[in-house]
């Protein structure tokens, strides 16, 4: 599977968008891109996926470049029940995690 | 989404015992997986748990400390056995359903094991 990079952590305003960003410039042309996010020690959540197109749902939207080297999620109004941390995989067979990204939506 | 739980959901063993985590989907799901998330770490794959056939298991991990049963399409256990407190961790439960959104995994509560 395909290695993701992904900042430490970030911080975001409540009621503004949140945008997180996912290198994984080793992507195959077959892999997917997953967002998950875990709050505090509970079972990881999906989020959203997307092979090449952008892709939008109730939760967020996901933007990946042309090339597919890299990816944007988008939490259009975070929340302070957005805080968490955010997992960008690329899915071959199965979900590998890497670091991921402790969002803190701030007051 | 699959609705995956979870038993216990937490447990609090002596160093050299065994315990069996339970998993339990509420519809027939063909891949499991089991996760390992020790504290303030992100989640490791333990193994693949296919049922008909025997579990997979990531480097690092060997059948003789997690053994894997998958007895139907719906139901699997891991047990960590000869337990260290090194095994304290959150033990993750997952499926692959191919129904609404396809080849995407969902994750139950997890099993939070501290070893004295």
């Known amino acids: 599977d395909a290695k993701t990079t992904q900042p430490t952590s970030m911080d975001c305003a409540e009621g503004r968008a949140a945008n997180l960003p996912c290198n994984h410039s080793?992507?195959?042309?077959?892999?997917?891109v997953y967002w998950y996010r875990q709050i505090h020690s509970q079972g990881p959540q999906y989020i959203i996926h997307g092979l090449k197109n952008n892709e939008t749902n109730e939760m967020a939207s996901l933007i990946i470049t042309e090339d597919r080297k890299s990816s944007t999620l988008i939490l259009p109004h975070a929340t302070l029940r957005d805080t968490a941390v955010y997992y960008c995989?690329?899915?071959?067979?199965?979900?590998?995690f890497g670091a991921g990204t402790r969002l803190t939506v701030k007051p | 989404s699959a609705v995956i739980s979870q038993k216990p959901s937490r447990d609090i063993c002596q160093r050299g015992t065994s315990l069996t985590i339970q998993c339990q989907v509420d519809?027939?799901?063909?891949?499991m997986f089991w996760y390992r998330q020790q504290p303030g770490q992100s989640l490791t794959l333990i193994a693949t748990a296919n049922q008909g056939s025997e579990a997979t298991y990531e480097s690092g991990f060997v059948i003789d400390k997690f053994p894997i049963s998958r007895p139907n399409l719906t139901f699997s256990t891991l047990t960590v056995s000869n337990m260290s407190p090194e095994d304290s961790s959150i033990y993750l439960c997952?499926?692959?359903?191919?129904?609404?959104?396809?080849?995407?995994?969902?994750f139950g509560p997890g099993t939070r094991l501290l070893v004295l």
């Open positions: 995989i690329v899915k071959a067979v199965d979900m590998r």
């Open positions: 519809s027939q799901v063909t891949m």
């Open positions: 080793t992507i195959s042309g077959n892999e997917y």
């Open positions: 997952s499926v692959e359903d191919l129904g609404r959104v396809r080849e995407t995994q969902y």
